[in-house]
């Protein structure tokens, strides 16, 4: 089913459409390669977890990582409902 409102990006002469608005932010700032990037860090990271340690060491690697994109978006003008400029 074809979505009825459907988001664009426009990079030069080409026009794609986005499926969600992260997909929107990703295709805009060009972070495709970065994602995959990191989706193969996070794939060797989780395949080490062999012991509680490493998964308490990768499990505050990540939330720290989460913290700071929360961070990041939340003082961008890509976060939607933003209305002012702290």
């Known amino acids: 089913m074809k979505n009825?409102?459907?988001l664009y990006v426009v990079k030069g002469k080409n026009v794609e459409e986005a499926n969600s608005f992260l997909d929107l932010i990703i295709k805009k700032?060009?972070?495709e390669e970065?994602?995959?990037v990191?989706?193969?860090i996070f794939s060797l990271l989780l395949a080490q977890i062999q012991t509680y340690a490493v998964?308490?060491?990768v499990t505050k690697?990540?939330?720290d990582l989460?913290?700071?994109a929360k961070k990041f978006l939340e003082a961008s003008s890509f976060w939607p409902g933003r209305t002012s400029v702290n």
């Open 4 to 6: 009825k409102n459907p």
């Open 29 to 31: 700032l060009d972070l």
């Open 34 to 36: 970065a994602i995959t």
């Open 38 to 40: 990191f989706k193969n």
């Open 55 to 57: 998964f308490e060491s």
């Open 61 to 63: 690697f990540l939330n």
């Open 66 to 68: 989460i913290e700071k």
